[in-house]
C-alpha cells in the first residue's frame, strides 16, 4: 500500500536548480533506499520532504498522503512533520538534548505529540527503549546521552521518531558512524518495526552493500537528478547509468599508492604509557592499561566495536578529556613532555602541532560562521593576524583537500556533509600538526570520497612527514591507510602489529570477530 508519495520536488536557490526529483513513492513495509555520493541531493531531499530546508532555499512539488494533494512548504504539510512523518539523524549525539536525561527527552516528546500525563509518559517511555532493544530500559530512562555509545544512541533516537506513531520514518544515513555488526543490527531492527507495524522506511545512505540487504526499491541521486531507479536487486546487479556503475564498482576498495612505511629507527612523536580513564559514574574503565608508540610519518589505525575505547584514547591522547591516569609523552622540538603534566599556558602552545579531525563535520563547524573563518580559526588563535596571509593560506588548505577557494565566504550549510568534513581536515592542518588525529573522519562518506580523503590523508603523510592517528572501524580503510594497527576490546589493546598481517592472519578471538562481521575486504595488493 502506498502510504505517501513525493510529486515534482525542485529545490532552488536564488540563483539555480539545485535538486529535481519527479516522483518517489513510500510503501507500507517497505524500505525505499535514496544513494549518491555526497553533495547529490541526498540530505535536500530529506530536507525538503520533512520541511527542514536551509533559510535560502525553496522548495516546489507536493505530497500525496491518503489520496489528498499537500502543497510543500503549507500548513498541512507542517503538520505531518513529527506525526505522520518521523526522522532519525545522521548523529544522534548531535541531535539529543545533552543536558537532558533520555527519559525526559522521550516523555517530553511524547506529552507534546500524544498529550499523555506525565506517568504514562514514562512508562511509554520505557516500552519504546524495550521495543528498539535498549538493554535496562528502566535504568536508560534515567541516563544521560552521552553515556551511551553509538549504536544505543541510535536506538534511542529510533525511539523517539516511534514516539509519534509515524507512518513513514526517515532514516538519515543511520549506520554511517557505527561499526558493521552495531550498524546490522540497527537495520535489522529497522527491518522489524516496519514488517511489524506497516512503516514505510525511506533509507539514505552511500552504503551499498547494506542497502543492497534491506531496501526494495533504491533511486540513485547524481548533482541533483534521479538517474535511475528501479528494484535494488535488479539497479545494482544490472546497473543501466554510467554512474550507478561507478557507484557500484566504487564499492570494491582497490590499493592506493603502497604508503612509505616508518620503520622502527623512525623518531618517535608520541608514546603512551598505561593509560587509564574511568567517566564518572560509569561501572568499568574505558580505558585500562593501554600502551602505544607512534613513529614519524606513520600511521597507525585503532580499531574496535562501538564502545571499546577508540575515541576515549583519542582523546586523552590530546588531552581533551580530564581522570586520566599513566603517561602521554610527545617529543617535539629536542624536548620530551608528558601532556597529562603540562601546565595549561604550555599546553596551548603545543596545541598547534596536534590536529584533530572529528567524526561528525555538523557539530564540530559553528554554523555561524565562514568556511575562510573556520579554518583560519587556529592561525589567529596562535597569533596571525594578517587578513591577506590568513585568505592565502585558506584558500591554498581548500585547494589540498579538492575545494575550491571561491567557496571560502560561503557557511557550513551550504555544503553536502562529504564536503564539510573536508574543510574540517583543512582547518585540522591549518597550525602545520606534527600529529594528526583522525576521529572516523571518513565515516561519514561515501566510498568515492572516502577513497580520495584516505589518498590525501596518504599523501600528506608522505610529504609532511605527518604522524596519524586513524580511529575507525573500517577495516577496509585501515588496511588502505595505515602501517600498523591496534585492536581494542573493552578498553584495552588485545591486538598489535602490522596492518596487513593483523588482518591476514588474526591472533585474536575479538580480531578474527571484526574480521568475520565485517564486509570481505577487497583489497589488492600494491603492485
Known sequence: ????????????????????????????????????????GKSLTVQALLGLLPIGLVATGYL???????????????????????????????????LKRVGAQLAETLRAARGLAKAPAIDEARALLDRVQVPDSIAALRRFPHEFFGGQR????????????????????????LDARIARDVLRLLDRLREDEGLAVLLVSHDLP??????????????????EQGATADVLSRPAHAYTRELVASGIVHALDAPHAAGDDADIVLEARDLRLRYPGAPRDALDGVDLVLRRGEALAIVGESGSGKSSLGRVLL?????????????????VVDLLRLPPRELRHLRRVLGIVFQDPYASLDPRMRVLDLVTEPLRIHGERDAAVLREKAGALMRQV????????????AFSGGQRQRIAIARALAGDPVLLLCDEAVSALD???????????????????????????????????????????????????????????????????????DEPLAVDQAP
Open 402 to 413: 579538492g575545494l575550491d577557494a571561491a567557496m571560502l565566504d560561503r557557511h557550513p550549510h
Open 210 to 227: 547494506l542497502v543492497a540487504a534491506h531496501a526494495e526499491q533504491v533511486l540513485v541521486l547524481r548533482r541533483g537528478e534521479v538517474v
Open 447 to 517: 566510498a568515492h570520497h572516502r577513497r580520495a580523503i584516505l589518498q590525501l590523508l596518504t599523501d600528506l603523510k608522505r610529504e609532511r612527514g605527518l604522524s596519524l592517528l586513524f580511529i575507525t572501524h573500517d577495516l577496509a580503510g585501515a588496511a588502505l591507510l595505515a602501517e600498523r594497527i591496534a585492536v581494542m576490546e573493552h578498553g584495552r589493546i588485545v591486538e598489535t602489529g602490522a596492518t596487513r598481517e593483523v588482518l591476514a592472519s588474526p591472533k585474536h578471538a575479538h580480531t578474527r570477530a571484526l574480521l568475520g562481521l
Open 154 to 177: 541510535q536506538r534511542i533516537a529510533i525511539a523517539l521518531a516511534l514516539a509519534t506513531r509515524p507512518r513513514v520514518l526517515v532514516a538519515d544515513e543511520p549506520t554511517a558512524a
Open 64 to 98: 500525496v498522503v491518503d489520496g489528498n494533494a499537500i502543497a510543500l512548504g503549507s500548513p498541512a504539510h507542517r503538520a505531518l512533520a513529527g506525526h505522520g512523518l518521523a526522522w532519525v539523524p545522521q548523529d544522534p549525539l548531535a541531535s539529543l538534548h545533552p
Open 319 to 335: 588531552r581533551l578529556v580530564r581522570h586520566a591516569r599513566g603517561e602521554v609523552r610527545l617529543h617535539q622540538d629536542g624536548r
Open 1 to 40: 500500500m502506498n502510504i505517501l508519495s513525493l510529486r515534482s520536488l525542485e529545490v532552488r536557490d536564488r540563483q539555480r536548480t539545485l535538486l529535481q526529483l519527479p516522483s518517489l513513492d513510500l510503501h507500507a513495509s517497505r524500505c525505499t533506499a535514496l544513494v549518491g555520493e555526497s553533495g547529490s
